[in-house]
C-alpha cells in the first residue's frame, strides 16, 4: 500500500464530486481509492460504434454520422481511477481526445485541427463564430414513449483565464432542441455559464488544485441532458463540442457509457435538466 496521503474519499453527491479527507460520516456515496490512475483513450472506433454505446440497446439505431476531425472522437476507460464519476463512455473534442489524459501538466493544451466549426453551436452562442467541431449525429426509434438520458461532463481548457473571452460550447440535441442545459435554466453549457463565478455549484477546478488526473483546468460536475421522446418515429440526436472565437485550447465532452446498472434511481441521484 503506498503511502496515506495518495488516497481521499471520493462523495459522489447530488450535482457534485468532492474531494474529502478524513470523511467522519456518510453525508454521501463514496469510494476509497486512488485517484492518480490513468484515462485510457481509444480513437479507433467507427460512428456506430460511438452512437451505440451512449444508449440503451432496446433503442433502435440508424444514420450514423461523425463530422469532425478524425482524432476528435473516442472511447475512454479508467475515468473512476482519475476521480470522475463517469468510468467509460464516448469523448468528443474540440482538438486531440487523447490529450485529456492527466496528469494536468500544463495551463493550454490543445490542438488546431483546421476543420469547420458547427452552425447550431455558434448559435447556442450567440451567433460567433465556431472552430473544429466534434458532431456526432443520429436517428433513434423507441418502441415505447420513454424518458431519453444522457449523463456528461464538460471540460475546457479556457478555464479558468478566458472565461469571458472564448466560449466554448456543447451540446446534445434531440430534435433540434438543445437538453445540455445549466440545470434550472435555459442556458446552454459553455465555459460563460459554468465557471468558477457562474453557476459555481455545477464547476470543478482541476487547475489550482488538481484533484483529478486528467489534463482539462477546469470541468462540470456530472450533469444529466435529458427529454421525453414518443414511441414508433425518429428522433434525431446531435451531442456536439467546439472551439469558439480560436481554433486553439481544447474542450471536450465526456459522455457516460449507459449499462443495465444505469437504473431510474441512479439518475435521480444526479441533477437533471427538467
Given amino acids: 500500500?503506498?503511502?496515506?496521503t495518495d488516497?481521499?474519499?471520493l462523495v459522489r453527491c447530488v450535482s457534485t464530486n468532492v474531494l474529502v479527507p478524513n470523511l467522519a460520516k456518510p453525508h454521501g456515496f463514496f469510494v476509497l481509492?486512488?485517484?492518480?490512475?490513468?484515462?485510457?483513450?481509444?480513437?479507433?472506433?467507427?460512428p456506430q460504434q460511438l452512437a451505440q454505446l451512449v444508449v440503451e440497446p432496446e433503442v433502435t439505431i440508424s444514420n450514423v454520422t461523425y463530422t469532425g476531425a478524425g482524432v476528435a472522437c473516442g472511447l475512454f476507460t479508467g475515468g473512476n481511477g482519475c476521480g470522475l464519476p463517469i468510468d467509460s463512455?464516448?469523448?468528443?473534442?474540440s482538438g486531440d481526445v487523447r490529450l485529456a489524459i492527466g496528469p494536468n501538466t500544463v495551463p493550454d493544451a490543445g490542438v488546431n485541427n483546421e476543420t469547420p466549426g458547427d452552425v447550431d453551436l455558434s448559435n447556442t452562442v450567440g451567433g460567433q463564430t465556431t472552430y473544429d467541431a466534434a458532431v456526432l449525429e443520429f436517428d433513434i426509434v423507441s418502441s415505447n414513449s420513454c424518458v431519453l438520458r444522457f449523463q456528461y461532463i464538460f471540460a475546457s481548457e479556457e478555464y479558468p483565464e478566458y472565461v469571458g473571452q472564448y466560449d466554448d460550447p456543447c451540446a446534445i440535441f434531440v430534435d433540434e432542441i438543445n437538453t445540455a442545459l445549466v440545470p434550472s435554466t435555459?442556458?446552454?453549457v459553455t465555459v460563460d455559464t459554468v465557471n468558477a463565478s457562474t453557476n459555481s455549484q455545477y464547476y470543478v477546478d482541476n487547475w489550482y488544485l488538481p484533484a483529478f488526473n486528467i489534463q482539462y483546468d477546469g470541468m462540470t460536475t456530472l450533469l444529466t441532458a435529458q427529454t421525453q421522446i414518443s414511441p414508433d418515429i425518429p428522433h434525431h440526436v446531435k451531442i456536439a463540442v467546439a472551439d469558439c472565437g480560436d481554433q486553439y485550447y481544447d474542450s471536450a465532452i465526456f459522455i457516460k457509457a449507459w449499462s443495465s446498472g444505469s437504473s431510474s434511481q441512479d439518475y435521480q441521484h444526479s441533477q437533471a435538466n427538467k
Fill in 1 to 4: 500500500m503506498s503511502s496515506p
Fill in 7 to 9: 488516497w481521499h474519499y
Fill in 33 to 46: 481509492g486512488q485517484t492518480n490512475g490513468y484515462l485510457t483513450v481509444t480513437t479507433n472506433v467507427t
Fill in 89 to 93: 463512455g464516448v469523448i468528443l473534442s
Fill in 186 to 188: 435555459s442556458q446552454p
